[in-house]
């Protein structure tokens, strides 16, 4: 064994940077001041950042990984949904193509109440399909969008003469 000055000696020597430290270094460094920028920012950058951005990007994910994109239009004025009666309806009024979205499970049926506010406004004579194939109300509509639409997720309403008789 050395004696212990000699290791002392030889301890002195080991060199205190290495080749690779200026990246541990510099990594620590922007940590700090990235840390330093943000605890004395503004509270509404702040918020932003760390609440907004993160939330609007995670709902926008979660909707397209749980449920579907539907374009709705209308071909006859007779079947378009009522305007809202609330305070801002004449913004709210309908417009072709509006999106809608649903889940996998839900049906014609469905589609037809929302777009059209409850079961109880949904016109009795409208039918929905596309690219002329009509759907029944009891259909899934992502099934019957993939079989019927060839994955074109743009639906029409339209009202059926044979169905007001």
Known sequence: PLPPLRRAAMAAGMPKRWAWSFLTEGIAFRAGRLYETFWNSQSNVKY????????ALFWVRWRAETKYKYNVFVADKA???PEPTHRFGKYFKWKNGSTYYFKAMDTVKDLKETVYGGADKVPKSVRVGCYGRMMEDSDNLALAVRTFCKRDPKLVLWEEDAAQA
């Open 48 to 55: 932003t950042v760390l609440f907004l951005y993160p939330g």
């Open 79 to 81: 079947v378009e949904p």
